[in-house]
């Protein structure tokens, strides 16, 4: 159970509801986070970073982010955001309800607009501080990105 709850962490940073098949989610979350973290070389203390929702403090970190974001194509193979998937992830978040759905959308919109570096780690590092922040700003506390 503890695995499964740390890889859902790892999968509602990314704005992913928790409402997902559970076996299917924590199936496909373990193989991806399992081949993202050897593609990256990242450790354990990056994973538990990206879970503490706080930023990443090595390289390998900030790739096994980029990483995960790829596999989940909230980023595409060249880097670039993809603000219609995390949309997708965020009426999934909503559950219904409309205020929520709207700021998570203002959330994707704004995020999906901001310059980041042409390095898929630095970038997938730069759209995760901005979605978190814009949250919190928001005062969507259990909006995990």
């Known amino acids: 159970m ?3 709850l740390f ?8 704005g992913i509801a928790a409402s997902l098949e559970k076996q299917e989610t924590e199936d496909d979350l373990m193989s991806k986070m399992e081949t993202c973290k050897t593609e990256a070389g990242a ?10 929702q706080n930023s990443s403090s090595t390289a390998e970190g900030k790739c ?3 990483c995960l974001m790829k ?5 595409t193979v060249n880097g670039t955001f993809v603000p219609d998937i995390a949309l997708k992830y965020a009426e999934r978040y909503a559950d219904g309800d ?3 759905l709207k700021k998570a959308k203002e959330i994707v919109k704004s995020c999906a607009r901001i310059k980041v570096s042409p390095d898929h780690c630095q970038a997938a ?8 922040k814009k ?11």
């Open 7 to 14: 890889a859902l962490s790892v999968l509602c940073i990314f």
């Open 98 to 100: 409309a205020e929520k």
């Open 71 to 75: 596999k989940y194509e909230m980023m």
């Open 43 to 52: 450790t354990d203390a990056d994973l538990k970073a990206i879970v503490a």
């Open 64 to 66: 096994l982010r980029s």
């Open 125 to 132: 590092e730069q759209y995760s501080k901005c979605l978190m």
């Open 2 to 4: 503890a695995k499964y």
């Open 135 to 145: 949250a919190a700003d928001r005062g969507l506390t259990q909006f995990k990105l």
